[in-house]
């Protein structure tokens, strides 16, 4: 009889720490006073599964986004260990980061700062294929571009492909964030969410990120101050931190 083994966690993180230096300014400086540092996350653990889910709750300031900054390598941390998809990648040099970054997407917060007024929403989802060398020619990279905006639900798709960010509303604009990030077929997503995100107002939720590639998820919009780590493998599950 055979038997299929269940697949390990995509994200293991163990007691982590990260801390951010206070500056002592010159007069600090020069009595030599003790360097501070601000404790911004303190022994935290977790693990996210294929297609998973995992909230981190929390009121501002208390170390939410600094995890999960931590834990995608755009902050050193000063302690413990993270693991992706088997990997250690605790003290890997952003060269050696470099390949990761395509299984790795952020979906930031604020629409209205994340997209360049410059770029048409082609040029938004394009980017990330160019930076990657994804898509091939440039009519399947345009294909690609078509695909990510439907499955982020603004179809159809030809209506907006050569739009600016300004001739979208804030829920659109979301829309286009997630369709830039899913256009790279991620392995790992973090977003952040908030009572009164644009995510959540332009009626965006965790079926539409992950949409047919996990369809039973979702995300509690109740939830008021939320970072969310996701994985969209195998359909998903969600768990709160």
Known sequence: ?????????LLEVDDLVT???????????LKRQPRLQVHAVEGVSFSVGPGEMVAL???????????????????????????????????????????????IQMIYQDPYESLDPRFRVRDTIE?????????????QREQKVLEALKRAGLTPPDL?????????????????????????????VRCRLGSDDALLGGGVDGDDVLHDRA???????ALPWVEVLMSPRFGTSARQR
């Not at 300031?61 to 605790?90: E, H, L, P, Y």
């Open 127 to 139: 980017e990330p294929l160019l930076v990657h060398k994804l898509g091939g020619s440039s009519k």
């Open 160 to 188: 907006f492909i050569d739009r600016f960010p300004h001739e979208l509303s804030g829920g659109q604009r979301q829309r286009v964030a997630i369709a830039a990030s899913d256009a790279v077929q991620q392995h790992l």
């Open 19 to 29: 801390r951010y230096p206070v500056s002592r300014g010159v007069v600090g400086t």
């Open 57 to 103: 709750v929390g009121e501002s300031g208390c170390g939410k986004t600094s995890t999960a900054q931590t834990v995608i390598r755009m902050v050193d941390n000063q302690g413990g260990s993270i693991r992706f998809d088997g990997r250690d990648i605790t003290g890997m040099s952003a060269g050696g980061m470099r390949p990761l970054r395509r299984e």
């Open 1 to 9: 009889m055979s038997t299929t083994a269940e697949p390990g966690p």
């Open 215 to 221: 369809p039973n998820s979702s995300l509690e919009a």
